[in-house]
């Protein structure tokens, strides 16, 4: 039972966190090089507090789901689905906190001296979240594949 939740939530959390970012490159990134200081804060700092938040209420429960994957699977050929999920909410969660959120801080509290320096940032802030893109893809991939595969997961209920 907890396997099949955690696994449940696990998955939850990578297809919102796959779909954020698949929205963003596709679609949002495109339209984002042409910010300015005028018009950034509604079109990136909104979007970018409000996935901040989401994200910082699911994440963590995606770590102790992986966990609990790992925990449970051990010793099985399963073992490692879990493993490559916590390796990926890892590194999604090291590139994210560590590395684009202060950039986030930065061109939201507008501190850039001008358009030029926005683009700057907004580039490095893409090529970043290039990584998270590829990142949760093959996280996602991974949960996926592990629900497919272990097969009855109903049947762990009973």
Known sequence: MITFVSALWFLFGATMYVGTMWVLKWFLF???RGLSRDNVGTHFGIPTKRATAFFTGVVPLMFVAAIILVVTEWGTRWVWFGVACLVGIFVLTFVGQGIIIPINKRIRGGDFADDAELRHLLHRWMTLNDIRFY???????AITWYVVARGDLLGALT
Do not use: F, I, L
């Open 30 to 32: 495109p339209t984002w």
């Open 135 to 141: 990142g949760s893809t093959v996280t996602w991939v």
